[in-house]
């Protein structure tokens, strides 16, 4: 199973962006609706899985959550989907290489951010709420619990564990890049996603899902829920747009540059 360079990769991630940024706004939307609903499928798929298991499986029925939640992300990196978190990697690193702007990054954000959270809400209002599949017996009870467990974190704890999570999203997305192939996508999705949902890290778009569910059912305010965006948030952001993004481009920064050198001059030329 071939696979790119770690310099390869951050090749096509400014590439990625590069497209992210000069999308029209109306495709940029449906796609910030599709991801906002996938990642909201995936956990939705991970409440209706374990909320059954015994207590006393303990964190194995984190393990088994986790292998089903990938479904979220595979589905936006292979069927097609804007996601926040994944674009707070791939619009730094354009912007970086100067291939896009930070008002592009800003717009692109902001249209991801809305159409995310319309999706995600889309999901936990017609299937969580009018079907009832995070309102009923067990599975309200586990839909509760770790929106709780979300909301109850300080501020300061909530923003280090949405560095966790992004950064390993974003390496999941970035782990993505290296595969030409959608047997070798869906691992390289496969297990960083795995580990951030096992291990409990805070996604802003998967918090928009499971918080605005367990409020549907009548706990919670809106309020509890913007306290938790904020932080989740701007610890995304670090994780994708510091750990990833402005890492891998100082590494590969000189390599990034002769190559958009080169377009510039084949541009020019042409």
């Keep these: 199973m071939a696979f790119h360079s770690s310099q390869q990769i951050a090749e096509l991630a400014v ?25 909201s499928f995936g956990f939705l798929l991970d409440i209706r899985v374990i909320a059954n298991l015994p207590q006393e499986w ?34 730094p690193i354009a912007v970086l290489a100067k291939r896009a702007t930070l008002k592009q990054l800003g717009k692109n954000w902001l249209l991801v951010l809305v159409s995310n959270f319309i999706g995600a809400i889309f999901v936990a209002y017609f299937f969580g709420h009018i079907v009832g599949l995070t309102e009923t017996g067990v599975f309200l009870t586990k839909t509760v619990a770790i ?8 501020f300061f704890k909530t923003l280090i564990s949405a560095i966790g999570c992004n950064w390993l999203v974003c390496l999941g997305v970035w782990l993505a890049f290296g595969a030409d192939d959608i047997g070798g996508k869906i691992l390289a999705i ?8 096992a291990i409990g890290f805070q996604h802003v778009v998967a918090n928009m899902f499971v918080i605005p569910a367990a409020i549907f059912a009548g706990h919670f305010t809106w309020g509890d829920y913007l306290a938790n965006f904020v932080p989740v ?38």
């Design 58 to 91: 303990g964190s194995f029925s984190s393990l088994l959550g986790g292998a089903v939640f990938p479904v979220g992300l595979m589905l936006i990196i292979i069927a097609g989907g804007e996601l926040l978190t994944g674009n707070m990697m791939a619009l």
């Design 15 to 39: 590439e990625a962006g590069m497209k992210k940024a000069s999308m029209r706004p109306a495709h940029t939307l449906l796609l910030g609706f599709l991801g906002g609903a996938f990642i």
């Design 147 to 154: 929106a709780e467990a979300k909301i109850d974190e300080t």
């Design 190 to 197: 496969w297990f960083p996603i795995m580990a951030f949902v």
């Design 233 to 270: 948030f701007i610890g995304n952001a670090i994780g994708g747009g510091v750990f990833v993004a402005l890492i891998y481009w100082m590494v590969h920064k000189d390599s990034l540059q002769t190559l958009s050198n080169a377009r510039v001059s084949i541009k020019k030329a042409s």
